[in-house]
């Protein structure tokens, strides 16, 4: 069986998709599927290129049990062909994606998380960066029931 290979984009790349990305990994690595799995994040902005997730949201997901240790990095055109699967956090980066994306078929492959909610009555995942903490742990909130719907659809 070939790996399921994951793809979740924000914009900076240092909070919403390092979380997703480490939600994610955590949801597969407790259930024994390690080896059935690639999770990557990624930006449609390179500003924050090499750094770690916001120390925020760093500190959030920990006390959540997640370890976030990516360090960001610009989505790219070889992404449409690597992975099966690209998750934008919101209407924006789902625009930035499909104006990226190289061809139709490549396209399709790009769904808003939003369609992964089910009881969350938001249509994106915002940005944390301006929120303060309640901000960071609802994102965290819906990140957590968007990954486990992505993964139980697995």
């Known amino acids: 069986m070939d790996k399921h290979k994951i793809l979740f984009v924000c914009l900076g790349n240092i909070c919403r998709s390092p979380a997703a990305q480490g ?3 955590a949801i597969v690595d407790r259930n024994g599927r390690s080896r059935d799995f690639f999770v990557d994040s990624a930006g449609t902005y390179s500003g ?3 750094e770690l997730p916001d120390k ?23 992404d449409f062909f ?38 969350s009555t ?3 995942v915002p940005d944390p960066y301006y929120m303060g903490r309640d901000g960071f742990e609802l994102v965290l909130d819906l990140l957590e029931e968007a990954c486990f719907n992505i993964y139980s659809g697995l």
């Open 56 to 78: 925020r949201m760093r500190n959030a997901a920990s006390s959540r049990g997640y370890s976030l240790t990516h360090r960001s990095r610009p989505v790219t055109l070889s």
């Open 48 to 50: 924050h290129q090499g």
């Open 122 to 124: 938001f249509d994106y």
């Open 82 to 119: 690597d992975f099966d699967l690209i998750i934008a956090m919101d209407d924006s980066n789902y625009s930035d994606l499909i104006h990226l994306a190289p061809s139709v078929e490549t396209s399709r492959k790009i769904k808003k998380i939003s369609s992964y909610f089910t009881s």
């Open 23 to 25: 939600i994610f990994q």
